[in-house]
T-cell receptor, first 113, second 113 residues
Framework: QKEVEQNSGPLSVPEGAIASLNCTYSDRVSQSFFWYRQYSGKSPELIMSIYSNGDKEDGRFTAQLNKASQYVSLLIRDSQPSDSATYLCAAALIIQGAQKLVFGQGTRLTINP | GAGVSQTPSNKVTEKGKYVELRCDPISGHTALYWYRQSLGQGPEFLIYFQGTGAADDSGLPNDRFFAVRPEGSVSTLKIQRTERGDSAVYLC???????????FGPGTRLTVL
């Protein structure tokens, strides 16, 4: 099993709807998780981090962590065309006192006007 | 404030040549990471610096790859005898310490002909 797995998509959602992105992880990684947004030809941009079981909300974004089921999700409410991008789930792998990130392959999201 | 900067933004070289890629982290960030991203994949960890020392270089693919950070700020990733398989986007990230959120630079797109 890969350490972090995502459905590559593409995921297509109508404008104004809720986009739901999911990610599962293995026992090897720690309990720190991050969602990055990556526009085509650009570098990853951090949008959410979550460390505790449950939900964390920031504007239109909600990250959810379920440690028992080993999954983390990102919900985008009121989806806008500008949300169209690849979303990367990352988990921290603690090595020698520092966390390196292990990424999933990313889910490509398209918001249709 | 200024984010992570990387130069050059694009580098085209011939097989067998030597290249250097530069990263300037966010001011005050002690931790610096190099990742490599191939098309359609998430970034893959290469090396991590805490201060001047390479705390974890387990992701470097072979001994043609080397990185330095002599003064604890700017880092240079060096690739000797480049191969076509080295073509990718090389991303640099920095964080306040080894346990904080990582912020990425714009990347260097390396093409080996």
């Amino acid at each position: 099993q890969k350490e972090v797995e995502q459905n590559s998509g593409p995921l297509s959602v109508p404008e104004g709807a809720i986009a739901s992105l999911n990610c599962t992880y293995s026992d090897r990684v720690s309990q720190s998780f991050f969602w990055y947004r990556q526009y085509s030809g650009k570098s990853p941009e951090l949008i959410m981090s979550i460390y505790s079981n449950g939900d964390k909300e920031d504007g239109r974004f909600t990250a959810q962590l379920n440690k028992a089921s080993q999954y983390v999700s990102l919900l985008i409410r009121d989806s806008q065309p500008s949300d169209s991008a690849t979303y990367l789930c990352a988990a921290a792998l603690i090595i020698q006192g520092a966390q390196k990130l292990v990424f999933g392959q990313g889910t490509r999201l398209t918001i249709n006007p | 404030g200024a984010g992570v900067s990387q130069t050059p933004s694009n580098k085209v070289t011939e097989k067998g040549k030597y290249v250097e890629l530069r990263c300037d982290p966010i001011s005050g960030h002690t931790a610096l990471y190099w990742y490599r991203q191939s098309l359609g994949q998430g970034p893959e960890f290469l090396i991590y610096f805490q201060g001047t020392g390479a705390a974890d270089d387990s992701g470097l693919p072979n001994d043609r790859f080397f990185a330095v950070r002599p003064e604890g700020s700017v880092s240079t990733l060096k690739i000797q005898r480049t191969e076509r398989g080295d073509s990718a986007v090389y991303l640099c990230a920095s964080s306040l310490s080894g346990h904080n959120e990582q912020f990425f630079g714009p990347g260097t797109r390396l093409t080996v002909l």
